[in-house]
């Protein structure tokens, strides 16, 4: 297996330099409504050594990948079964009269209370310090698909003139924090992570990688492939994005811990293909709506709410003490709507300087 998928990938450079087509050797991923280049380009994330038949299916259709680390726990997760294993709250206390049942099919009926919606939070039915099953999300099988869970949402938008970007968005159940001095910390229910790929005339230009509360962007051509497809590595536990493996430091800015404290893993551990198992949008920049493809359920996009608990508080029993001000378990993300898609640049304006590399770092 491992020779073949060494022939396979030495094989790439030379169909590209010959400038000839690589073999029809499996169907295109096509999803009507959605460019093509959109899923030909999309990120791989990855979990396993890539497995030849993977390479074959990947070679001739390039959305992103993406490996997981080797010693994940927390895998991509249905958007479904968030819903399902979830209630919502407001204030830590439960709605009295929630739509029932609550799908994703009538999720932005939330946004109805609690300040449009942006106080509600989904849930979870068990209580997570007994460390429920579900969270554990689904590993992608041998294909790279994660069956049985829709766990991501590729969304376009079309700038005019060319310009489009694609957002990979990736769903996780269960966010673990990073271990600092023997104390975990950060850890949350729902965590939402993305690529965005930017094209201008169906050509990549530049791909960002979100991290935590920011993220790295780097070009097209600098990043690791498989076939057309850049990669990306799902960071152990935080399930940040990175464009390579190792150690990753990400000391949060203006808190004053010393460096090398909040480290980040990332490893070929299983190959997760994000569009065989994924909801497909358009994102119209002009108004801020979403538009359905395939059937999508966009009221799970129009949900202002977050994918998670609320923060414990203080003096609830499951909160251990806080750490330097820092708590183990903190509240739950919103969902893509709140990750800047109408976009100037490849990163989110956030008062970062954007800086596109063109080399590969930590
Ligand atoms: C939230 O709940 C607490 C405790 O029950 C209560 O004191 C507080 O007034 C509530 N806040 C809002 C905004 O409803
Ligand atoms: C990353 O690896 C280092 C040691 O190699 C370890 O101390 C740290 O806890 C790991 N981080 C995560 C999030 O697993
Ligand atoms: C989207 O961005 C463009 C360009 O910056 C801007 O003109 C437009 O108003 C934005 N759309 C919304 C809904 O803010």
């Known amino acids: 297996m491992i020779s073949l998928s060494l022939l396979v ?37 990855i979990d396993e050594r890539p497995k030849a038949s993977m390479l074959m299916l990947t070679s001739n259709n ?40 609550l799908v994703l099919e009538n999720l932005d009926a939330l946004n109805a209370v609690g300040n ?27 294909t790279g698909k994660t069956n049985q869970a829709t766990s991501a949402a590729v969304i376009t938008t079309d700038h005019g003139s060319g310009l489009v970007d694609a957002f990979y968005m990736y769903f996780y159940a269960y966010n673990q ?24 005339d169906g050509v990549p230009q530049t791909v ?47 808190v004053n811990l010393p460096d090398g404290l909040l480290v980040d893993n990332t490893s070929k551990g299983l190959l997760w293909d994000p569009t065989l198992s994924s909801f497909f949008y358009n994102f119209h920049p002009a108004d801020s709506t979403f538009e359905s493809i395939n059937g999508s359920p966009v009221q799970a996009m129009n949900f202002k709410g977050k994918w998670g608990d609320q923060q414990y508080a203080k003096d609830d029993k499951r909160q ?9 378990y903190v509240g739950g993300p919103t969902g893509p709507y ?25």
Request: overall charge negative.
């Open 9 to 45: 990938l030495a094989a790439w450079p030379f169909g590209l330099a010959l400038a000839r087509p690589a073999p029809p050797l499996s169907p295109h991923l096509v999803v009507a409504g959605v460019p093509q280049y959109v899923l030909d380009y999309g990120m791989w994330q």
């Open 62 to 101: 390039a959305a992103p990948l993406v490996y997981m680390d080797t010693k994940e726990v927390y895998f991509p997760s249905d958007l479904g079964a968030q819903v399902a294993n979830t209630h919502p709250d407001i204030n830590l206390t439960e709605l009295p009269n929630p739509p029932s049942p």
């Open 116 to 142: 449009g919606g942006k106080d509600v939070y989904l849930t979870s039915n068990i209580d997570v310090t007994t460390s429920p099953s579900w969270l554990e999300g689904v590993a992608p099988d041998s």
């Open 177 to 200: 924090g990073n271990t600092v001095l023997g104390q975990e910390l950060g850890d949350h229910i729902g965590d939402w992570e993305h690529n965005m790929v930017r094209f201008q």
């Open 208 to 254: 960002w990688y979100s991290q935590h509360s920011n993220g790295q962007a780097f070009t097209y051509k600098a990043v690791e492939k498989l076939g057309i497809r850049p990669v990306a590595y799902s960071a152990r536990g935080s399930h940040a994005n990175y464009a390579i493996t190792g150690k990753h430091d990400h000391t949060i800015p203006d």
């Open 320 to 328: 251990p003490p806080p750490f330097f001000g820092f708590y183990k």
């Open 338 to 362: 709140d990750k800047q898609l109408n976009r100037s640049k490849v990163c989110p304006d956030n008062g970062i300087l954007c800086i596109v590399r063109d080399k590969l770092g930590p």
